[in-house]
């Protein structure tokens, strides 16, 4: 038999009134307790009851997720984890997660999904936008709160949480400064992206902040795949001498890295590496890969608590969270 509220509200040693409320989060509730009725709710497989609640409010209880999605590109990881972050934590709710992934990353293809979720009457989206520049969201999106993941908002009044990618690169360039290294090379995935441009930003920040002259020769602009980035880095060496290089993303590092091991090139003492994103794989190279964390289940469970606090109060400020990245220390710098 499924427990019911006052069994919830026993375990947590709380009033029914005060589940309900964190429930559908219409008081404030102590973190504290939050913690005790969501222990209580996950031990006792305590489901809230969204088609009555529906029913209450004229809302459905789902909430879509547009993310970018290509076949072969390993972000797929990122945006599943943070994914998996909204879902812990909207579960608590009573909200069910709808996802959907532009496999093309094309604006249309952002237009066509967002029609779709507006024909199923969501309560709130999450998107992690193709788009520089998001106004068209003004013309299309319906009467429901929007929180941009993993990117800025432009152009479009909304929250948002991002990885701090700025302050990530900085990290990771200083390290290899810190370290003697001043040709220090750069592969970035193609700008006009708030990530993309964030990680240039702190590359370039952290040479002029300890008196190295920025020097495009040896940075790469290129789109983000695996081929991209084994060329990129097939170029680079070619042509120029860098004894340090820093790749601005993940899927850009897995092509760099097998044209590296190709060369059979010795890292770190021919070549200093520092990759983006903390996958299985960067720890089975040879030396393991030092890398730039993101917070990626973190980014995702602040993102829903965004858009929680945004259902509850509808005309507050709209904010920006920036999460720490993580610089990860191993053996190849």
């Known amino acids: 038999m499924a427990a019911d509220i006052r069994q919830v509200a026993t375990a947590a040693g709380v009033s029914t009134a005060t589940v309900s409320h964190v429930i559908n989060n219409t008081r404030y509730v102590s973190e504290e307790t939050k913690r005790k009725v969501y222990e209580?709710?996950?031990?006792?497989?305590?489901?809230p009851n969204s088609v009555a609640r529906s029913l209450r409010s004229q809302k459905t209880n789902t909430i879509g997720l547009i993310v970018p999605i290509l076949p072969s590109d390993t972000s797929n990881f990122f945006f599943m984890t943070v994914a998996q972050g909204i879902q812990s934590k909207l579960k608590h709710h009573g909200y069910h997660?709808?996802?959907?992934?532009?496999?093309?990353?094309?604006?249309?293809?952002?237009?066509?999904?967002i029609r779709l979720f507006n024909s199923k009457q969501i309560d709130g989206l999450f998107i992690a936008s193709i788009a520089e520049e998001t106004s068209y969201l003004n013309e299309i999106v319906s009467n429901y709160p929007v929180v941009f993941i993993d990117r800025r908002a432009k152009g479009y009044e909304?929250?948002?949480?991002?990885?701090?990618?700025?302050?990530?690169?900085y990290k990771a360039v200083k390290a290899l400064i810190d370290k003697g290294h001043r040709r220090i090379g750069l592969i970035t995935g193609s700008l006009g992206i708030s990530t993309s441009d964030e990680r240039f930003n702190g590359y370039r920040?952290?040479?002029?902040?300890h008196g190295i002259p920025y020097d495009g020769s040896i940075v790469a602009v290129a789109p983000s795949s695996f081929e991209s980035g084994?060329?990129?880095?097939?170029?680079?060496?070619?042509?120029?001498?860098?004894?340090?290089?820093?790749?601005?993303?993940?899927?850009?590092?897995?092509g760099a890295m097998r044209y590296l091991q190709e060369r059979k090139l010795r890292i770190p003492e021919e070549l200093a590496v520092i990759g983006f994103d903390d996958y299985d794989w960067t720890r089975i190279t040879s030396p393991p890969l030092t890398v730039i964390r993101q917070p990626s289940f973190e980014l995702g469970e602040k993102a829903a608590e965004a858009m929680l606090d945004r259902l509850a109060d509808p005309y507050k400020p709209y904010k920006e969270y920036c999460l720490d990245t993580t610089l990860v220390m191993r053996g190849s710098c």
């Open 205 to 209: 920040k952290a040479l002029e902040d």
């Open 40 to 47: 209580a709710m996950d031990r006792l497989k305590y489901q």
């Open 158 to 169: 909304a929250d948002s949480v991002i990885a701090d990618g700025c302050g990530g690169s």
């Open 230 to 254: 084994y060329e990129s880095v097939k170029e680079m060496l070619g042509k120029q001498e860098i004894t340090a290089l820093f790749i601005a993303n993940n899927v850009l590092t897995m």
């Open 97 to 113: 997660l709808l996802l959907s992934t532009n496999t093309t990353e094309s604006i249309e293809d952002e237009r066509e999904q």
